[in-house]
């Protein structure tokens, strides 16, 4: 199985994938959630065993509760459903930076052995062969949070031995470092790939196989990384997403492609109203 | 405080190399003003905005900017923003320079602006690449009663702030209702406030907590009934999702790019009537 949205029997990688950080998600926790795989993976744990999860999105809509995925951070489906709307700096400070947010879930281009993320050019900086998105709320998040989940697919080229451009931090170099710089947050506890998970190993921070998906070998996960993968005395083999989960996770795609094909209209004369 | 015709606002306040903030996170993004001022064929302009959405796509890629600040720049939820690439990976159709930050940073630097203060300070725990690659642009300080190790972001104080908002009352007054992201912060950075709404009404009826923007802030008001699409205005219009992923095609070429915005925005007088060649008037 190599990465990429593939068929497994009865489910989609894609699938097992926001299943498994939907696990990662306990009852109640506060969430900073990004678009996509995150959003998916927080709304189905919210339907299911985390009801009172608290998912805040940066575009400062807080306690949002959306009945269809939004395809943007900032979709009205948001604001509608949120406990209050808040500005974006009082976002990344009165919740972010004031120590207010358990989970914070980031995706990235490259990630390392410690954690660290890139999410900005692949090539050199002032010469990109790849001009990426950039920042955005990542370095805050992955700084502040208490603990950060981070949701890619593997492959050589996302998983490197060497960074192109350190965007995020995770654990810096390794062995304390990001304890010694006294970053708030706990760092990278998790990160979900297409093939299994991989958490920190306690002292060094360095990213170790812990789990993987039924059907894929450890020589798989190995095959799509960059750097030499250690893999954890008691690796397991987690149980494929079950029924309940991927009919809820379908239903909630089902009515997100649904809603987003509906067409805009927009009245260019507005009725009299005053 | 005047409402001028769209056109005569941009003409009015938007100048060859002016520092420009059109601000909107996601929702109320002014795109009938960027319109505009690619069909006035604006140059050089220091573009502001934490995430440049389509229409800087298109004003970069019809070659109104020579610089840009920003914190994120992709299309959301899609992809890339092909013009913006093209734009630092092969300098087309033009060089563009740019100042990086995030947006928790151009946030408290949009603050700063507001506050007349000269810097924001933000906690700062490491260097990354971005640190590195800044150099001076930011420095770190020490806060004199911890001792801790702060970051320093320098003010952004934008020559003039473009909005979309819901309403203007009589006398001028704003009223914007929804996910604001930083626009308050960035309209009172500005030294002029250009504001485009969805209707003229009476009176605002807008709770004493609101988010106004006194008439006396706002240097122009226009009146454009979907001057956000293709983002969103709060109870007047959906965000139109099938066209930020339809961009993603028409962006892809820079042929298929330039007949666009020629068939579109440049072929149409105003935004009424580009809004009915995209057939989304009702």
Partial sequence: MSGGVQASGAYTADEMMTV?????????????????????????????????????????????????????????????????????????????????????????????????????????????????????????????????????????????????????????????????????????????????????????????????????????????????????????????????DLRVLRELHARTEAAHATPVRIRLTAPERH | MPLLPLSESIATHVLDGASVALEGFTHLIPFAAGHEIIRQRRRGLHLIRMTPDLIHDQMIGMGCADRLTFSWGGNPGVGSLHRLRDAIERQWPQPLAITEHTHAEIGAAYQAGASGLPCALMRHYADTDLDRARGAQMRTVTCPFSGERLLAVPAITPDVTILHAQQVDRKGNVVIRGIIGAAREAALAARRLVVTVEEEVKQLDAPLNAIVLPHWLVTAVSVVPGGAHPSYAAGFYERDNRFYLEWDQIARDRGRFQQWMQEHVLSSRDHAELLARLRVAA
């Fill in chain 1, 20 to 244: 498994t950080a939907a696990r990662q998600l306990t009852n109640g926790a506060v969430c900073f959630v990004g678009i996509g795989l995150p959003s998916a993976a927080c709304n189905l744990a919210r339907r299911t065993h985390a009801p009172e999860l608290v998912l805040i999105y940066e575009s400062g809509t807080v306690g949002a509760r959306p009945e269809v995925l939004p395809l943007s951070i900032g979709d009205g489906e948001l604001a509608d459903t949120a406990d209050c709307v808040v500005s974006l700096p009082e976002v990344f400070t009165h919740y972010l930076q004031r120590g207010r947010v358990d989970v914070g879930f980031l995706g990235a281009a490259q990630i390392d052995r410690y954690g660290n993320l890139n999410t900005t050019v692949i090539g050199s900086y002032s010469h990109p062969t790849v001009r990426l998105p950039g920042s955005g709320g990542a370095p805050e998040i992955a700084a502040h949070a208490r603990e950060v989940l981070v949701i890619m697919k593997q492959s050589p080229r996302s998983f490197v031995p060497r960074l192109d451009f350190l965007t995020s931090c995770g654990f810096l170099g390794g062995s304390g470092e990001r304890d010694r710089a006294g970053f708030p947050g706990r760092g990278p506890q998790a990160v979900i790939t297409d093939l299994g998970v991989l958490r920190p190993d306690a002292r060094a921070g360095e990213l170790k196989l812990t789990a993987l998906y039924p059907g894929v070998s450890v020589e798989d996960a190995r095959g799509a990384t960059g750097w030499p993968l250690a893999v954890a005395d008691d690796l397991e083999t987690l149980p494929p997403p079950e029924a309940g």
